[in-house]
């Protein structure tokens, strides 16, 4: 008897195990991984804070030679205003790419897709 409910018991956990599986990883997939904030806060604090600031508010060293100076990126208001892709797009082609100022480089060529997307991600956590 007891093996018999071995024999029921095994099948069914890996079942369960294999059906909870994909669900899983999905999840994780459609939230950023820490990696990818991780690889956007290089890219950031490389590329961006001289002019965004280190937090992205707009106060980088470089800020106060740019006019207009660069926005603040961690407010809440800026934030709900753009989607990922909106920034993504400014960020690839610049300020002038997308009819903001000329003095936001374009990053196109300089960062690949993933950059940019992870890029975006850590903007996103800076949200105030
Ligand atoms: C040389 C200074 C400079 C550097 C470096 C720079 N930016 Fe900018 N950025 C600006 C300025 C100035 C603006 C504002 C343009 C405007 O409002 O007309 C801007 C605007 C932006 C915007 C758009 C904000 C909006 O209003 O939609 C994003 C997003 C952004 N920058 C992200 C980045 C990222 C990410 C990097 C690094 C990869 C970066 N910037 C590097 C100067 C800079």
Redesign the pocket.
């Given at each position: 008897m007891k093996r018999l409910a071995w024999a029921l018991a095994l099948p069914l956990a890996l079942a369960c195990h294999r059906a909870a599986t994909p669900s899983a990883s999905a999840a994780v997939s459609a939230r950023p991984s820490m990696y990818e904030q991780q690889i956007g806060k290089q890219?950031?604090h490389h590329?961006?804070s001289?002019?965004?600031g280190d937090g992205g508010q707009g106060d980088g060293f470089?800020a106060y030679n740019?006019d207009?100076?660069?926005?603040d990126?961690s407010d809440p208001k800026f934030q709900k205003s753009?989607s990922n892709a909106?920034?993504a797009d400014?960020?690839r082609r610049g300020?002038s790419g997308v009819g903001?100022?000329a003095?936001?480089?374009p990053?196109g060529h300089t960062?690949d897709a993933r950059q940019i997307d992870a890029?975006v991600v850590y903007?996103r956590t800076l949200k105030k």
């Open positions: 890219v950031f590329y961006c001289g002019c965004h470089n740019l207009p100076h660069p926005r990126l753009k909106d920034l400014a960020i300020g903001l100022s003095l936001m480089p990053w960062l890029v903007i």
